[in-house]
Structures are given as structure tokens and as C-alpha cells.
């Protein structure tokens, strides 16, 4: 069975809802989320690289990481966690270093669900509707697809 993702934003709205259910316990679903060695094997497009250069999953911790394209492009990423309850949510900021100052504000909850199954609902409230526009206009909508695929293959080789 292949999972949806689904992404979706009220009209006008500043946030952003993106739901999706894998074939995997709550447990390691989370743990793919607070591990950088995981997270680094799934986390955005196929066809990128990802350094993790800063990465401290507790309150108060930070992050930053690089995807790298192999064509000499490079596009960072990072944020502060405000919560990280395991295995039930995660609170942290998020910035593209190419837009500097547009943060957004992301929840993360993890879901059990039956026949050792998980949900992931993440909701990100931007700034302004222009900063989820821009957010829209990006890559992103093709990296979170493309990066839960990549996950859906780690659970499925019993990887993560």
C-alpha cells in the first residue's frame, strides 16, 4: 500500500499542514526525526546530499544542516527545538539561509496507529502569507514527498 502525503493550507491562511502514515512503529518513525544519522539518509529530494553540521534534539538545542545538489549548489537549513518530547511531538523553529529571517514555527506529532503503524502531522505557521507563498513557490512540496519515499525504503530494508 503507498502512503499519500498531504499537504494543504487554508485560502489566505498562514500555515501549512502536511500529513502522512508509514508502515512503521511510532517509536522508530520518531526516531528517524532525532537522529542525525537517520535523518540525513531521508530528509528532502532524491538527489541531494545532506551534511549535518549542528544537530541537538532537546529543548533548547539547535540545528543546521546543508543539502548539496553535486553541481556546486548548496542550500542550508536551520532552526532552534523549543520541545522534543519523544515519541509524541517536536517544537522547533525553521529557516532557509537563502531567505534570511523568514522563520517559521513547526509542530510535529507522532501518532500510533493500528498494525504497528505511525502518522506524522506537522504544522508550520509562517510569518506572512507572502513566506508560505514563497515557501510554495520552492522545491518543498517535491522534497517532502520525494524525502518520505526515501524513508518509506529505509523502514521497508529495516534500516531505521
Not at 530528509?43 to 545532506?50: A, H, I, P, Q, T
Not at 541537538?56 to 532552526?79: E, L, N, Q, V
Not at 509524541?88 to 493500528?114: C, D, M, R, Y
Amino acid at each position: 500500500m503507498k502512503n499519500e502525503t498531504r499537504i494543504s493550507r487554508e485560502p489566505g491562511g498562514q500555515a501549512l499542514s502536511i500529513i502522512r502514515e508509514f508502515d512503521a512503529p511510532r517509536e522508530l518513525l520518531f526516531r528517524a526525526y532525532t537522529e542525525a544519522e537517520l535523518m540525513k539518509q531521508w530528509l528532502g529530494s532524491k538527489g541531494y546530499e545532506m551534511v549535518v553540521e549542528i544537530f541537538d534534539p532537546y529543548a533548547g538545542g539547535r540545528y543546521r544542516y546543508i543539502h548539496t545538489d553535486g553541481k556546486g549548489g548548496s542550500y542550508a537549513f536551520r532552526g532552534v527545538f523549543h520541545d522534543v518530547t519523544a515519541p509524541e511531538s517536536i517544537i522547533q523553529t525553521f529557516e532557509f539561509e537563502g531567505a534570511k529571517g523568514h522563520v517559521s514555527l513547526e509542530t510535529a506529532t507522532f501518532e500510533a496507529l493500528p498494525g504497528n503503524r505511525s502518522r506524522v502531522t506537522a504544522l508550520s505557521v509562517f510569518q506572512s502569507v507572502a513566506d508560505l507563498d514563497m515557501m510554495l513557490r520552492s522545491e518543498m512540496e517535491r522534497g517532502v514527498k520525494e524525502g518520505f519515499e526515501r524513508l518509506d525504503e529505509l523502514f521497508a530494508k529495516g534500516i531505521a
